[in-house]
């Protein structure tokens, strides 16, 4: 049973355009929330985090915005570079938990020029 | 330069041949996790540990076994790997400490098919 559901499955963007990629989860326990990026032949890195006190986070062109209400949280890539191009992966986990991550089944982004 | 290192980083392999794929980070991490990755999947974790002789399952720990005998390394064992077994696997580390912030650091993989 998947914890964190994520869609779209794959994304094509042209350069310049924002990318929107959409996580919802049903357990109320979990209160951190990281996207990891990964690029082909590579393992997965943290590219953002968001605990539920905020509604958004910032940096640079990416932003998450969190809906603690709707149990939804959602990764904006503003400005789309081709060099974004990769597998985005969102993520939650709990306080106490272990540092166990559970991700979302992940998004191919590709950025077209 | 704080890593995490996965050997071998591609294995084939036959069914039912015992094989290791080994796990290392120099980072004097508590935590370490074992994670396989397939299409439409994501990333599923295997088994995890929080510390040296501690370890506990994850979602999907059938048919592996692991052991953490020293901190730094975390190897996933396979007695009796099965082609069900052909995936993306990852390690992972990270500390283990009471705030949220703890990221996970990943290896490069280790991409296995089991025939």
């Known amino acids: 049973q998947q914890q964190v559901k994520q869609s779209p499955q794959s994304l094509i963007v042209q350069k310049g355009g924002i990318s929107i990629i959409n996580c919802a989860y049903e357990?109320?326990?979990?209160?951190?929330f990281p996207w990891y990026q990964q690029f082909p032949g590579k393992g997965p890195a943290l590219l953002i985090a968001?605990?539920?006190?905020?509604s958004e986070k910032k940096e640079g062109r990416f932003t998450i915005s969190f809906n603690k209400s709707a149990k939804q949280f959602s990764l904006h890539i503003m400005d789309s570079q081709p060099g974004d191009s990769a597998t985005y992966f969102c993520a939650a986990s709990m306080l106490g938990g272990a540092n166990n991550l559970f991700f979302g089944t992940g998004t191919r982004l590709t950025v077209i020029p | 330069e704080a890593q995490v290192t996965q050997n071998p980083r591609y294995l084939i392999t036959v069914t039912g041949k015992k094989l290791t794929v080994t796990c290392s980070q120099n980072?004097?991490?508590?935590?370490m996790s074992w994670y396989r990755q397939d299409p439409g999947l994501g990333l599923r974790q295997i088994y995890y540990s929080m510390n040296v002789e501690v370890t506990d399952k994850g979602d999907v720990p059938e048919g592996y076994k692991v052991s953490r005998k020293e901190k730094r390394n975390f190897p996933l064992i396979l007695e009796s790997p099965s082609p069900n077994q052909t995936s993306l696997y990852f390690c992972?580390?990270?500390?283990?400490?009471?705030?949220?912030?703890?990221?996970?650091?990943f290896g490069p993989g280790t991409r296995l098919t089991v025939l």
């Open positions: 968001i605990r539920p006190d905020v």
């Open positions: 357990n109320t326990a979990f209160d951190y």
């Open positions: 980072m004097n991490h508590e935590y």
């Open positions: 992972a580390s990270s500390p283990l400490g009471t705030t949220q912030d703890n990221e996970q650091f």
